[in-house]
């Protein structure tokens, strides 16, 4: 099944994104469901699925399957598509590629979902801590930094600092930031945190250098401790609580 899967899951990613030029692409919102090279794509679809699965004609069915229903899925995302809505519509386009490729998948090689061993202490344990890391400890940490938000802002007015970030940015970066950590903590790859926090310095060095403010520095590199520092206390305890005999049993 774990082969069978993965056949299907790599035709996916070669047919859709790593033999599918920008050009095709472009013309295909341009021209619709009429583009020549909408055609040319599910071809590619149909030629990749017929060599990975060998040309074996037990899954002729299946291969039919997800051929129509990937041009049909690709005609109507097209059809909809618009700047406001082309990420949602990318997003949703590929989970119903994937939900094609899951059933086909099943009717081939039937599999059940254990939900005992989703639902383990283990992994209830893994859940709420990756949601304290991503989500809780941000709001923590503007909380804890509140004090010295309020001396950060007026002395970046008065010497005319111009915000450039991008909107949220910083939000999404504390949220990788921690789970590249936390992750590296699992895996007991201590290196690679030096690793991160050595580039984090380098890409702020710059602003710290042309703000020149003193209380900026301090309040970055607080920031920084503290995310670490969450963290690193995250992982190690998902480590010390999965390793008793109560996650165990």
């Not at 804890?144 to 949220?168: F, R």
């Not at 209380?215 to 305890?237: K, N, P, W």
């Not at 998902?238 to 049993?249: I, P, Q």
């Given at each position: 099944?774990i ?34 090279y ?37 005609a ?23 939900m ?14 254990d ?8 992994s ?22 509140q ?26 970066i504390?949220?990788?930031?921690r ?12 290196s ?14 710059g ?33 010390y609580?999965?390793a ?6």
């Amino acid at each position: 099944m774990i082969v069978f899967a993965l056949k299907l899951v790599l035709a996916h990613i070669l047919g859709d994104f790593v033999l599918q030029p920008s050009k095709w692409v472009k013309h295909k919102m341009k021209h619709g469901w009429k583009s020549k090279y909408l055609l040319a794509h599910v071809g590619v679809h149909l030629i990749v699925l017929l060599i990975l699965l060998q040309f074996d004609p037990a899954y002729f069915l299946g291969i039919t399957t997800i051929i129509l229903t990937h041009y049909a899925i690709d005609a109507l995302k097209i059809k909809f598509t618009t700047k406001k809505n082309s990420r949602k519509l990318f997003v949703a386009d590929q989970i119903a590629h994937l939900m094609v490729l899951n059933l086909v998948l099943y009717y081939y090689t039937p599999y059940s979902i254990d939900f005992t061993e989703i639902l383990s202490p283990q992994s209830l344990l893994l859940i709420t801590l990756l949601f304290f890391v991503t989500y809780v400890a941000g709001i923590l940490m503007r909380v804890a930094l509140q004090p010295w938000q309020d001396a950060i802002e007026p002395a970046s007015k008065k010497e005319n600092v111009k915000s450039t970030s991008l909107a949220g940015a910083g939000k999404i970066i504390g949220i990788l930031e921690r789970l590249f950590v936390f992750t590296f903590i699992l895996l007991n790859t201590w290196s690679a945190i030096g690793f991160l926090i050595t580039a984090k310095s380098v890409f702020r060095f710059g602003d710290l250098t042309e703000g020149k403010n003193r209380r900026l520095t301090e309040y970055v590199l607080i920031g920084t401790l503290l995310s670490f520092g969450i963290a690193i206390g995250c992982g190690l305890l998902f480590r010390y609580l999965s390793a008793l005999d109560t996650f165990n049993a």
